[in-house]
């Protein structure tokens, strides 16, 4: 079986491509590297000893990318390519919506034309917006705070019309909660461009001595310690699940929504905490104001995913942080060492 990993040399993406290979699927990868490197799928070829071919395309780039369709023959589509950051999303709306949702638009066209039927979406619990009571299951009202969050809203959106107007479509959408930590061999990690947007990417260049103090949004939550409260999940967890997916799923015509997450919250304190012990580096951070949409906690129930995907989290934040910290130490300027 052969899977087109759109966004492949990102964060989830790079360490998929390698749950995928270790797993007997063939790979190609097509990417456009504006928030990504090529040195992280260089490193999943050493991971798995195994080789496969990258395209160097912009799904805003509908021939470019029907090209890629009709050099290789796909079974199945992992769709991560979109951009990500929510502050720059308040800041470039328009960007955000063109990108996101005219990338997807021309891929499910392309897809569509050349036979492809099976698709699993990279979603977000963002779509949740503010739950009105923890945990989160897919069922829930779904609103959102910030054009990100719409955007992978109104793409799930698409996604249960394409399937309701041709029904030969498998759709599988993964609704990501906190995502964190690195391969066990340090080899490929989370390697953000400029400032991290997300807090253990921040923490983690803090221990490394790349920031001088991390910034804590809020200390007044109803929550544990007053600051919020996430639940973050192993990046390799979370890419197990993308491999469950297309194994349970490729085939069966319709809309499955899944939870991805540990089912735990831990505060951002916790969380400092937990990596000072990993790294034996101390994190400085300052309390700041809390920041506006920002919700005081969030986190999942994936009994479902348990149920339908025969899948859960196996790592613990003590797995997270040490793999985190792995990383980051062998690789204090992300690839660019």
């Not at 461009?193 to 007044?220: D, H, R």
């Not at 937990?274 to 949409?293: D, L, M, Q, T, W």
Request: with cysteine; proline share 4%; glycine share 10%.
């Amino acid at each position: 079986m052969k899977i087109l990993v759109t966004g492949g040399a990102g964060f989830i993406g790079s360490h998929t491509c390698v749950e995928l290979l270790n797993g007997g699927y063939e790979i190609a990868v097509l990417d456009n590297l504006c928030n990504s490197n090529i040195k992280s799928l260089e490193r999943v070829k050493e991971i798995t000893g195994k080789t496969f071919n990258f395209y160097n395309v912009d799904l805003l780039d509908y021939e470019a990318t029907d090209k890629v369709f009709k050099n290789e023959k796909f079974d199945a589509v992992i769709h991560f390519a979109g951009l990500k950051a929510v502050g720059e999303s308040v800041e470039k709306p328009l960007l955000y919506y063109h990108n996101n949702i005219t990338g997807t638009l021309n891929l499910l066209d392309i897809m569509r034309k050349n036979g492809v039927f099976n698709i699993v979406f990279s979603s977000s619990a963002t779509v949740y917006g503010s739950p009105k009571s923890l945990p989160i299951k897919e069922d829930f009202p779904l609103s959102t705070t910030n054009p990100y969050g719409s955007t992978k809203l109104m793409i799930e959106g698409i996604l249960n019309d394409l399937y309701k107007a041709d029904n030969r479509f498998s759709v599988t959408i993964l609704r990501y909660f906190n995502p964190i930590g690195a391969h066990e061999s340090g080899k490929i990690g989370e390697d953000p461009k400029g400032i991290p947007n997300n807090l253990m990417p921040y923490i983690q260049q803090v221990a490394i001595g790349k920031l001088p103090i991390l910034s804590v949004f809020g200390n007044k939550y109803p929550t544990k310690d007053g600051t919020g409260v996430r639940d973050y999940i192993h990046v390799v967890d979370l890419s197990v699940a993308h491999v469950k997916a297309v194994e349970k799923k490729s085939g069966q015509p319709g809309v499955y929504v899944y939870n991805v997450g540990t089912g735990n919250g831990y505060s951002v304190l916790e969380m400092v905490k937990a990596f000072e012990k990993a790294s034996g580096k101390e994190v400085k951070y300052k309390i700041c104001p809390n920041r506006p949409g920002d919700i005081a906690a969030c986190y999942a129930d994936a009994s479902k995913a348990e149920e339908e995907l025969d899948w859960t989290a196996k790592f613990g934040l003590e797995e997270m942080c040490r793999d985190g910290w792995n990383w980051q130490k062998n690789n204090p300027n992300g690839y660019e060492d």
